[in-house]
């Protein structure tokens, strides 16, 4: 690869600013999900960028322990009170619709409307972003604000989707390096009107798709966009023979807030791309935070399940999920939201990373060192019962489906504490039970309260997900 190319294009970022912030106002309207034409007409529209495959996958296919749902689309929703005015308009926001909400016209009082509708008290002035992919239901989201003023009255209630039979679409842009040796960028395309979460990493990902293509790599690069979670089990299903290829991978969301990058390392930690990441954030001179590895987040959690563990980490801004970014999951996080600085600075940071992955990795073997000296666990003395008991994950490619098994809210996008908490330490116990991880092990590395990692092993190990076993290799 011709350095001089790469420094060019590190001078066009304030151009590819513009381009990114264009095309996050083109994609915003649109109403996506993890199936549908809104993720197509998101293909299409940045397809006039990178000539994407396109690939169409059959509901009921099964990938890995999963079944690609029914297709989603919507027209049109509303909430109309008895004198015909609208009181929720999708057409105003498509975050107002519970998204894959089933189709839906019929006349409520207010005590049945009042149980399909989500609010935020402690955010009253923002509509919540919710989704129901893997259970039937409907619902509308409004502001806590809104919510208050309804009264008692005839709603009339329409929702006008569709859910059958069809498929799940996702797009690829594979660009051709001297050797099969590959890059990975992975970023999701299922996010409704929801701009740092989900547009950023669209973005961003198309204009480092366009623009490197017309340079000569040692690297070749994949760029993945796929529905969330569901998209990224059926890439894996499907791809399960290109895997090996994959040297070095990042998950690309949450770029565009003005937030110090946060970068996620992948599972195994101190992988090639760990250390390039990290050099390359320390060579700005920017404040930056490093995280290891934990098994909730976007789709490094399947790239990262132990059946692959492959390297992939994760660069973002602020933490998603938690009180610095509160913006998270609801209609702030608008085009307002994201700035283009933060962006053009993102995709200059990335295109670092790319350049330090294609120069050779001395430097970053002295790095190596380093980053290995890990903190030693904590010793303790008086070791609670069960503390050495090893599971293996019988489903350690990706994720196994908990929401078919009735351990997992169906209702995504909720960011609550108590949902969250059992949530996390299933995921922490699927990722972690290799065989070599203990449950103090993942309790220590996870924070997690020891008596809860054991009774939630429990739970899984009845529903056949865990298998326990004594660690004979001590
Ligand atoms: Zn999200």
Redesign the pocket.
């Known amino acids: 690869m011709k350095k001089t190319e790469f420094v060019n294009l590190q001078k066009l970022a304030s151009h590819v600013g513009d381009e990114m912030h264009q095309l996050m106002n083109e994609l915003y309207p649109i109403c996506r999900s993890i199936t549908g034409d809104g993720v197509r007409k998101t293909l299409k529209i940045i397809s006039k960028h990178v000539p994407l495959d396109i690939h169409e996958i059959e509901t009921g296919s099964k990938v890995f322990d999963w079944t690609i749902p029914k297709e989603w689309n919507i027209n049109d929703a509303y909430v109309a009170d008895s004198t015909g005015n609208k009181i929720i308009d999708f057409q105003k926001s498509n975050l107002h619709v519970v998204n894959y909400s089933i189709p839906i016209n019929k006349k409520v009082s207010l005590e049945e409307l009042k149980k399909h509708i989500h609010t935020i008290p402690e955010k009253p002035e923002l509509i919540p972003y919710m989704t129901s992919y893997y259970n039937e239901n409907w619902g509308f989201c409004m502001s806590h604000n809104e919510f208050k003023k309804l009264s008692e009255d005839e709603y009339h209630v329409i929702i006008d989707s569709t859910l059958k039979e069809g498929s799940l679409t996702y797009g690829e842009y594979y660009l051709k390096g001297e050797t099969d040796e590959e890059i990975l960028f992975s970023t999701y395309v299922c996010?409704p009107s929801?701009c740092n979460?989900?547009l950023s990493g669209i973005v961003l990902t198309t204009m480092l798709a366009k623009y490197l293509t017309n340079l000569s790599k040692k690297y070749s690069i994949r760029f993945l966009f796929i529905p969330?979670t569901i998209g990224a089990i059926t890439w894996l299903c499907v791809n399960e023979k290109l895997v090996s290829n994959i040297k070095h991978g990042l998950v690309v969301t949450c770029v565009g807030d003005s937030g110090t990058f946060t970068y996620k390392k992948s599972r195994q930690g101190n992988t090639e791309i760990d250390r390039t990441v990290i050099e390359v954030l320390r060579k700005t001179n920017k404040d930056f935070r490093i995280k290891d590895f934990f098994p909730w987040g976007s789709d490094e959690r399947q790239f990262c399940s132990p059946g692959f563990n492959l390297p992939v980490g994760s660069l973002y801004r602020s933490q998603?999920g938690t009180s610095e970014f509160p913006e998270y999951?609801t209609s702030a996080d608008n085009l307002d939201f994201v700035k283009k600085e933060s962006l053009i600075e993102a995709f200059s940071t990335y295109l670092s990373i790319i350049l330090n992955l294609e120069q050779d990795n001395t430097k970053k073997i002295a790095l190596n060192k380093e980053l290995s000296e890990r903190p030693e666990l904590i010793k303790n003395n008086d070791l609670p019962e069960g503390h050495d008991l090893v599971y293996y994950n019988l489903y350690p490619k990706c994720e196994p489906n908990l929401g078919k098994r009735g351990l997992y809210s169906m209702l995504g996008g909720q960011n609550k504490p108590e949902i969250n908490r059992f949530k996390f330490t299933l995921l922490w116990l699927l990722n972690f039970s290799d065989g070599k991880h203990s449950l103090l092990d993942i309790s220590t590395r996870s924070g997690i309260e020891f008596n809860a990692i054991k009774n939630a092993a429990k739970i899984l190990e009845e529903h056949g997900i865990l298998n326990f076993q004594q660690n004979f290799f001590e």
């Open positions: 996010h929801l979460d989900n969330e998603y999951h």
